[in-house]
Nanobody, 124 residues
Framework: EVQLQASGGGLVQAGGSLRLSCAASGFTFDDYAIGWFRQAPGKEREPVICINSDDGSTYYAGSVKGRFTMSTDNAKKTVYLQMNSLEPEDTASYYC?????????????????WGQGTQVTVSS
């Protein structure tokens, strides 16, 4: 069964950092691009960042560039989202997602496998 398990959310003060993890199982990790999305209350789910599985290129939404980075551990089949300089506007449920194919796209419709969300709350 194809699964993604996100973890690492929590409450942090503005300016702080968090690292989210997304553990994958049930599929060939190298053949899938992985992305992170977030959804704040009352808003649509939006892309945050994604990574190609072939060359490790990452693509960012404009609001997080310079603050968020993404990395992978292929041996552990896990991706990480490092979030620095967090702002209250980053408060949301964060979801990891996978799409078949090695190239990622900052588009919710491009991803077919979703994990459950992990809540990130940034206090001012």
């Amino acid at each position: 069964e194809v699964q993604l398990q996100a973890s690492g959310g929590g409450l942090v003060q503005a300016g702080g950092s968090l690292r989210l993890s997304c553990a994958a199982s049930g599929f060939t990790f190298d053949d899938y691009a992985i992305g992170w999305f977030r959804q704040a209350p009352g808003k649509e789910r939006e892309p945050v960042i994604c990574i190609n599985s072939d060359d490790g290129s990452t693509y960012y939404a404009g609001s997080v560039k310079g603050r968020f980075t993404m990395s992978t551990d292929n041996a552990k089949k896990t991706v990480y989202l490092q979030m620095n300089s967090l702002e209250p506007e980053d408060t949301a449920s964060y979801y990891c997602a996978a799409r078949a194919g090695r190239l990622c796209y900052l588009s919710r419709e491009a991803f077919g496998v979703w994990g459950q969300g992990t809540q990130v709350t940034v206090s001012s």
